[in-house]
């Protein structure tokens, strides 16, 4: 099946500081999604990339999706303590079912 | 809007009971519901997709007997989980993608419910 690689697992960072998680899919993909999941929480739905090269912003993210459609990123400038979480991608595939990355866990110091 | 709701929230049982979890789209119908399962500190992994008024089809390695979905109607979708061992033990989360009637759109997002904590003693 699709298999999606997520990296780095956990980041640690101080407050003020930049942060960036990359996925990579063996397979080309249909589109993909990014959610924010909080500790004890269920995942939220952050943003959908769908066009090859597409980058959206939301105020401190950046989204990126990659040129063949492959890998994507997420970057978050200026990490605030609000940010702690766990930011996973989920690929999908052409028949729209989505699979997920392992998580890429974020603690912010402040 | 787009609210989906799970029950129940938390479940122990013993090992060898049959446990029923519920996914409910609250506001919005959904023809397509999919199951995932997520172990401490992993990833999501989807189990199944549920569709309306048909069988669900099961990723590879997921035994439909050991967990029966129905998709009754366009708001609710079940996940029974047969024989529980502790080796089932997981948080179990639904999603639901809203029917927009006709084609449906190959870019629409997913809601996820609150999940389930199943714990087989």
């Known amino acids: 099946g699709q298999q999606v690689m997520q990296i780095p697992q956990y980041q640690h960072v101080q407050e003020g500081e930049d942060f960036t998680t990359y996925c990579n899919s063996s397979?080309?993909?249909?589109?993909i999604q990014w959610y924010k999941q909080r500790p004890g929480g269920h995942p939220v739905f952050l943003i959908q990339?769908?066009?090859?090269?597409e980058v959206k912003k939301q105020k401190r993210l950046t989204f990126q999706f990659g040129e063949a459609k492959k890998n994507s990123s997420l970057h978050i400038t200026a990490t605030q303590t609000t940010d702690v979480g766990t930011y996973f991608c989920?690929?999908?595939?052409?028949?729209?079912?989505?699979?997920f990355g392992s998580g890429t866990k974020l603690n912010v110091k402040p | 809007g787009a609210v989906v709701s799970q029950h129940p929230s938390w479940v122990i049982c013993k090992s060898g009971t049959s446990v029923k979890i519920e996914c409910r789209s609250l506001d919005f119908q959904a023809t397509t519901m999919f199951w995932y399962r997520q172990f401490p500190k992993q990833s999501l992994m989807l189990m199944a997709t549920s569709n309306e008024g048909s069988k669900a089809t099961y990723e590879q390695g997921v035994e439909k007997d050991k967990f029966l979905i129905n998709h009754a109607s366009l708001t609710l979708s079940t996940l029974t989980v047969t024989s529980a061992h502790p080796e089932d033990s997981s948080f179990y989360i639904c999603s639901a993608r809203p029917y927009r009637g006709g084609t449906s759109s190959l870019q629409e997002t997913q809601y996820f419910g609150p999940g389930t904590r199943l714990l087989v003693l």
């Open positions: 989920a690929g999908g595939d052409n028949f729209n079912k989505f699979y």
């Open positions: 990339l769908v066009k090859s090269g």
């Open positions: 397979t080309t993909l249909s589109n």
